[in-house]
């Protein structure tokens, strides 16, 4: 048959319009199920066992992983693989999530009696309340759907979809109980890019030692344009005769010298060049902050200074690198 675009178009919006529907009805009949839930989870002193088949087995894989992304131990079990081997993964001290929408596929019904016989308790996401899933689980939360959305009304969508929102939905709940901060989330991320913002500090990307430009407040222009050349940063620090920080002098600084002064701008000391009280960071700072203060300033490098002693420096062009700008 031939389809106009808006046919297909209208088509598409209603299905997903039928997908959010049933999650807006069954969020409205949401009990306290899911909270015990939640609660038996945080308080799981092993790990959370996703368990399903088909369709709900790809959704209990994303759920697992989400669940593991946020600090709770857990991994997918494929039904019927347990019987396989796979069920001697399964501890006592394990939760098992049991995702089915009809709870009565052959496969995660046999499943039943070896967990009730491991002694892990079970929780059931189930769309029939009346099946054997739901008359085995210790929790039953439930996902019944009016209508899949699909017109044959045969494939899995309403369904996969509402079993997936309960799962982040359990997910969130156990964050909130754990307490889960951004640095914590960013822990269990280390590659990604919250985790480098949230982990990498000023320290692990610096120049320092042989790396550092430093120069002596005594010298002149043409003295520190050699270690600014050398150095590859575009700046150096200035210090006194005890190494304290007192000064920055930047390609910046010079091309503003040398507009006012032209030639003689070599032969001037550098204490007169140099911008004094320059920005700073302390090595634990994180890199995320150097970048806003580097924003904020309109800056391309920040000194690491520890009592007042410059110990390192940091580059825009090394931030952009390590994936924090």
């Not at 892990?120 to 899949?148: C, F, R, W, Y």
């Not at 920005?279 to 000194?303: D, F, G, N």
């Amino acid at each position: 048959m031939n389809y106009s675009d808006s046919e297909l178009l209208n088509a598409a919006k209603n299905l997903m319009r039928t997908e959010a529907n049933e999650i807006l009805r069954s969020a409205e009949n949401l009990g306290l199920e899911i909270v015990n839930a939640a609660r038996e989870i945080f308080a799981c002193e092993g790990r959370v066992v996703v368990v399903g088949l088909g369709k709900s087995g790809h959704v209990g894989r994303k759920i697992s992983a989400t669940l593991a992304s946020l600090g709770t131990p857990s991994f997918f079990l494929h039904a019927a693989e347990a019987f396989h081997g796979d069920l001697g993964m399964v501890r006592r001290e394990d939760i098992g999530l049991l995702i089915s929408n009809s709870g009565a596929s052959s496969e995660i019904v046999a499943l039943l009696p070896h967990f009730r016989r491991i002694g892990a308790k079970m929780i059931a996401v189930t769309g029939s309340l009346t099946s054997p899933l739901a008359q085995h689980a210790d929790i039953i939360i439930n996902a019944h759907v009016e209508t899949e959305g699909d017109p044959l009304q045969l494939a899995p969508m309403s369904s996969t979809t509402l079993e997936l929102a309960i799962g982040d939905a359990l997910a969130v709940l156990v964050e909130t109980l754990r307490g889960l901060r951004r640095e914590d989330f960013a822990l269990f991320h280390p590659g990604g890019t919250l985790g480098r913002k949230l982990l990498t500090r000023a320290s692990d990307l610096m120049g320092t030692g042989e790396q550092l430009p430093v120069v002596k407040k005594n010298v002149t222009v043409k003295d520190a344009l050699f270690v600014i050349t050398g150095k590859g940063y575009g700046a150096t620090c200035v210090v006194d005769e005890n190494n304290n920080l007192i000064g920055i002098f930047t390609d910046g600084d010079l091309r503003r010298l040398m507009e006012k002064s032209g030639n003689d701008a070599f032969n001037t000391k550098i204490d007169d060049a140099m911008t004094r009280t320059p920005r700073t960071i302390s090595p634990e700072a994180l890199a995320a902050e150097a970048v806003r203060i580097m924003e904020q300033k309109e800056i391309s490098v920040l000194i690491v200074t520890e009592n007042n002693k410059p110990v390192g420096i940091v580059h825009i062009h090394d931030l952009l690198k390590a994936g924090i700008a």
